[in-house]
């Protein structure tokens, strides 16, 4: 029955990953199969173990077995991912039912998984049993059935994960190199910009891109800016909740090219900000656009300590 059980849920995992049916069969795959082959395996002899010791037993000895199994694949090219471990699991299993089924075969008295009320009342010893010892044996039952119904609906419900956003630039052919960090005055530069949504709804993200000269004061330790410019190019974006992949490959969500050009050389930092739902509103632009002088400068310091999404780009401009 474990190895139909096994190859069953493998078959649900391809077919309906997402049924009810794997998750219930999943917690016992985890929970209850690999302690119950192990210890049939160990001792097919009835005298051996009575019924509730090879039940609790096969609980604990899974609790020990898979975490040990998962530290093994941690040291495999495969690592602890759906597929290694659900192979790994059922070749545990099938290894083991089949030393139960032969070891069983040539026992004097095999155990036989069936029970009686009868039974576990003898097990229990429950006729010679105090009212005080009766009562705690009912309500430990009780805490077993809570704490394993407990468990299932906690595996069968899990609580959404960590609601974040993936923002990242990459360099023009689209790997985290080649940079456009050394340029002429006027020259352009090319950057992709990218956003990935795993925030759990829907969420309209602004970007914007800012020219900024700036260094650090360590008489009073903090930042000084001394040019910010708006760069062209902001722009806006609605994008859908995308459920975070641990197992397949990572894809791209959103991703643009942004283009850009300084006509001052120096040394600057070009800003790329994130805000969501909503952008902060600017003060009246300067004569000379410069807003190092108004309240848009704590914009960039907020990115600085980290209150704001935000990515960095240092460029030398060359004359």
Do not use: C
Request: proline share 8%; no cysteine; net charge negative.
């Amino acid at each position: 029955m474990i190895i139909g059980l096994s190859v069953v849920l493998d078959l649900l995992i391809w077919l309906y990953p997402e049924s009810i049916l794997r998750k219930a069969l999943g917690l016992a795959f985890v929970l209850f199969f690999p302690g119950y082959v192990f210890i049939t395996a160990l001792f097919p002899e009835r005298k051996e173990l009575d019924n509730l010791e090879r039940l609790a037993l096969s609980f604990g000895l899974s609790i020990a077995i898979v975490p040990l199994i998962g530290l093994a694949l941690n040291y495999t090219p495969w690592g602890i991912r759906l597929i290694p471990i659900l192979v790994s699991l059922t070749v545990f299993n099938l290894i083991f039912a089949v030393v139960a089924i032969y070891r069983r075969e040539n026992a004097i008295e095999p155990w036989i998984p069936w029970t009686t009320v009868e039974k576990i009342k003898e097990e229990l010893e429950w006729e010679e049993s105090s009212k005080l010892d009766k009562a705690l044996t009912v309500i430990l039952i009780i805490a077993i059935i809570t704490s394993i119904g407990t468990l299932a609906y906690v595996i069968t419900h899990p609580k959404p994960g960590e609601a974040f956003t993936e923002f990242y630039i990459l360099g023009p052919e689209g790997k985290a190199a080649d940079y456009p960090t050394d340029l002429f005055a006027g020259e352009n530069g090319t950057v992709i910009i990218g956003i990935v949504n795993h925030e759990h709804r829907n969420v309209t993200y602004y970007v914007q891109v800012w020219l900024v000269n700036l260094t650090w004061d360590n008489t009073t330790n903090t930042t000084v800016i001394h040019e910010m410019y708006p760069m062209p190019g902001w722009f806006n974006v609605t994008l859908p909740n995308v459920p975070v992949n641990i197992e397949g490959n990572w894809t791209p969500q959103f991703e643009t090219n942004y283009t850009f050009s300084i006509d001052k050389p120096g040394r600057w930092q070009v800003w790329f900000l994130l805000f969501k739902g909503t952008q902060p509103e600017l003060p009246p632009a300067p004569p000379d656009g410069n807003y190092a002088e108004t309240d848009a400068k704590n914009l960039i310091i907020e990115a600085i300590n980290g209150t704001i999404q935000s990515l960095k780009l240092n460029v030398n401009v060359r004359p």
